[in-house]
């Protein structure tokens, strides 16, 4: 039973050590805070809730069946780095171009949103390729690839798998529940700083999803030196 618990352990603390600095939640704290400008306090909680349980259904999906959904679609990884870093690159590269711009969406302007519009945009771009991109999914897919042969050992890998990516799920809600205490702490220049150098490290982690992808693809063209 000792070997099955540090089994269980162990696969959840590599799980969390893995996904919490790619999917970075106190980082993009502040992009959440931004795409839900025009919502009220509830509804920026409710919204919260949706995109930790997004994020965790999607690294679930990803790390057991992910691996079968790309063969039987007959997609590699590689596939799914470039068209999800070039995901992730526009949509850092909207909010960068978005400053400066009027309109109802202004940070004083806040409404009661409806539960369609909730559901909606809590899935994209929130979760998906915001908080779980590419990158994350292609860590889980690997985890799950790495699990033990079937046996009790794997039983204890997977449900310590399950449980590291829980943790990463409430770290993601709580960062996004409490956004707003953390940008009152940073103040509005503080909050502008670090929401246009959180979109741009965005940004550039879509590039380099894209680019590993890139590579991966043309590798076996690469020359070989004489």
Same mark, same amino acid.
């Given at each position: 039973?000792?070997?099955?618990?540090?089994?269980?352990? +162990?696969?959840?603390?590599?799980?969390?050590?893995?996904?919490?600095?790619?999917?970075?939640? &106190?980082?993009?704290?502040?992009?959440?805070?931004?795409?839900?400008?025009?919502?009220?306090?509830?509804?920026?909680?409710?919204?919260?809730?949706?995109?930790?349980?997004?994020?965790?259904?999607?690294?679930?999906?990803?790390?057991?069946?992910?691996?079968?959904?790309?063969?039987?679609?007959?997609?590699?990884?590689?596939?799914?780095?470039?068209?999800?870093?070039?995901?992730?690159?526009?949509?850092?590269? +909207? $909010?960068?171009?978005?400053?400066?711009?009027?309109?109802?969406?202004?940070?004083?302007?806040?409404?009661?949103?409806?539960?369609?519009?909730?559901?909606?945009?809590?899935?994209?771009? $929130?979760?998906?390729?915001?908080?779980?991109?590419?990158?994350?999914?292609?860590?889980?897919?690997?985890?799950?690839?790495?699990?033990?042969?079937?046996?009790?050992?794997?039983?204890?890998?997977?449900?310590?798998?399950?449980?590291?990516?829980?943790?990463?799920?409430?770290?993601?809600?709580?960062?996004?529940?409490?956004?707003?205490?953390?940008?009152?702490?940073?103040?509005?220049?503080?909050?502008?700083?670090?929401?246009?150098?959180?979109?741009?490290? $965005?940004?550039?982690?879509?590039?380099?999803?894209?680019?590993?992808? $890139?590579?991966?693809?043309?590798?076996?063209?690469?020359?070989? &030196?004489?």
């Amino acid at each position: 039973m000792e070997a099955e618990i540090t089994a269980f352990v +162990r696969t959840a603390l590599v799980a969390l050590a893995a996904l919490l600095p790619i999917t970075n939640p &106190p980082g993009n704290a502040p992009i959440f805070l931004t795409l839900t400008r025009a919502m009220d306090e509830p509804a920026r909680r409710a919204m919260a809730r949706r995109v930790g349980l997004n994020c965790l259904v999607l690294l679930v999906a990803a790390a057991y069946v992910g691996t079968y959904v790309l063969a039987f679609f007959d997609i590699s990884l590689a596939v799914v780095r470039v068209g999800g870093g070039l995901l992730v690159a526009a949509t850092a590269w +909207r $909010l960068l171009a978005a400053e400066g711009e009027a309109g109802g969406d202004s940070p004083g302007a806040t409404r009661q949103s409806t539960p369609e519009e909730v559901a909606g945009r809590a899935f994209y771009p $929130l979760s998906f390729p915001i908080t779980v991109g590419p990158g994350s999914i292609s860590i889980a897919i690997t985890l799950g690839a790495s699990l033990p042969s079937p046996g009790a050992g794997r039983l204890w890998s997977s449900l310590g798998l399950a449980a590291g990516m829980w943790l990463a799920a409430v770290a993601i809600w709580l960062s996004y529940r409490y956004a707003s205490r953390m940008v009152r702490v940073l103040g509005p220049g503080g909050t502008a700083v670090f929401l246009r150098l959180s979109a741009f490290i $965005l940004l550039c982690i879509g590039v380099q999803i894209c680019w590993d992808g $890139l590579a991966e693809l043309l590798a076996p063209w690469r020359p070989v &030196p004489r």
